[in-house]
């Protein structure tokens, strides 16, 4: 058999016995399920296009040449809005807890 054959039977019948639950496929997560397990919220998405807009501003302030500033702009807001979405996560979650 080929080797590409034989890795393509290795992966299906990979994921076949990892996603199989007693005989059931694992739940298709909905898009806001895929946004809390990814850490790709709003908080993050708004400081991203915010930190991209000031690098934007700093591109074109040095002649447009590159997109270094705007590269880092975008990081560096998606981290510190990933950062401000755990707190208030844990802290949701902390609350829920002593609601019970």
Do not use: W
Not at 76 to 88: A, D, M, Y
């Amino acid at each position: 058999m080929a080797p590409e054959k034989l890795k393509s039977i290795f992966f299906s019948v990979l994921f076949k016995y990892c996603f199989h639950i007693k005989g059931n496929l694992m739940k298709q997560l909905n898009n806001d399920e895929m946004q809390a397990v990814s850490g790709a919220g709003l908080i993050s998405l708004a400081a991203g296009m915010l930190g991209e807009g000031i690098g934007i501003v700093i591109d074109a302030a040095f002649g447009g040449k590159g997109s270094f500033a705007t590269d880092l702009g975008r990081n560096i807001g998606k981290g510190i809005g990933v950062v401000l979405e755990t707190g208030l996560n844990l802290f949701s979650s902390i609350m829920n807890i002593f609601r019970k």
